[in-house]
């Protein structure tokens, strides 16, 4: 059964611009100004969106002098995509399963 943080994370990743972040992260550990030049986005609007996918616990810091770089925690999407699966077997499972109208 999904929680009402599952329901938070998947607001956070419906946004098209942290789901592109998301995407690109996956691929590759990433500064601010390597996202800026993939997505096109400012660097404020950018700082922002990585902002909530951080407080959200989908992306990681790691400082490298005077940058920071981001990367995908690969089991906060893991534990979704898994709850994801469990619901699609529970549908499948009960496809046949109607309730009679009164």
């Avoid at 998301?22 to 590759?28: D, Q, Y």
């Avoid at 909530?52 to 920071?68: D, F, I, K, Q, S």
């Avoid at 925690?73 to 109607?98: M, S």
């Amino acid at each position: 059964m999904m929680t009402s943080a599952d329901a938070d994370l998947m607001r956070v990743l419906a946004d098209p611009l942290r789901l592109r972040i998301v995407n690109l992260l996956a691929r590759e550990t990433l500064c601010t100004t390597h996202l800026m030049e993939e997505t096109g986005a400012k660097q404020t609007n950018l700082s922002n969106h990585l902002k909530v996918l951080r407080e959200a616990g989908v992306v990681e810091t790691e400082p490298c002098g005077r940058w920071t770089y981001y990367k995908l925690r690969p089991d906060v999407i893991e534990t979704l995509a898994g709850q994801f699966a469990g619901l699609a077997a529970t549908a499948r499972a009960a496809a046949d399963n109607k309730r009679a109208c009164p």
